[in-house]
């Protein structure tokens, strides 16, 4: 793994997130609105393709850690730091460990897996969330959050495929090789 370049994407993924995606928002809905993850993707995209399980794992943690920093205000009004980078490693863990077991390569695979991860790490956000802010939580309100995580999870599947086509252009500057098989 490129450390020096994934750092700098890394900063454009959290760049984006917090001032583009805002821009492609899709509201109008009861539990409010949803946009797409792009530090998901870039996490997805490389536990895809990176040798070691420990890069995957990192990369993420360092993904889940930049945009724990832009987060404010959870249910009740306070966020517990360390929540996202630690649901990050664990997606990140998944997708890595399956990837063996699937065609990484078809973007059919990459978008399922892109929703998955989205899925856990906002889920378990939401959840982790409700659980420190109990005393302020709904159940209504933790039911809306998480129908807003699953719409966070579809969106952020249905990018993925454009966010591979870019990311295919600077994969070499990022994953120095391609994976290696087992059994190879």
């Excluded at 895809?48 to 889940?64: E, F, H, P």
């Amino acid at each position: 793994m490129r450390w020096v370049a994934f750092a700098i994407l890394a900063y454009v993924a959290v760049l984006l997130q917090t001032t583009v995606t805002g821009l492609i928002r899709i509201g109008g809905f009861a539990f409010g609105g949803i946009r797409p993850d792009l530090p998901a993707t870039l996490a997805v995209f490389v536990a895809l393709r990176v040798r070691d399980g420990t890069d995957a794992m990192l990369a993420a943690l360092v993904l889940g850690a930049a945009l724990d920093m832009t987060v404010v205000g959870g249910p009740g009004g306070e966020t517990a730091l360390g929540v996202l980078p630690l649901t990050y490693v664990l997606g990140a863990a998944v997708v890595y460990y399956v990837r063996e077991a699937l065609f990484a390569e078809r973007i059919t695979t990459q978008v399922i897996l892109a929703l998955g991860f989205a899925l856990l790490v906002h889920a378990g956000w939401v959840s982790a969330q409700a659980l420190l802010n109990a005393g302020t939580m709904t159940w209504a309100a933790y039911r809306a959050m998480l129908l807003q995580a699953v719409g966070v999870a579809a969106y952020t599947g249905a990018v993925m495929p454009l966010v591979v086509a870019a990311l295919r252009r600077c994969e070499r500057w990022i994953v120095p090789a391609a994976p290696l098989r087992r059994g190879s």
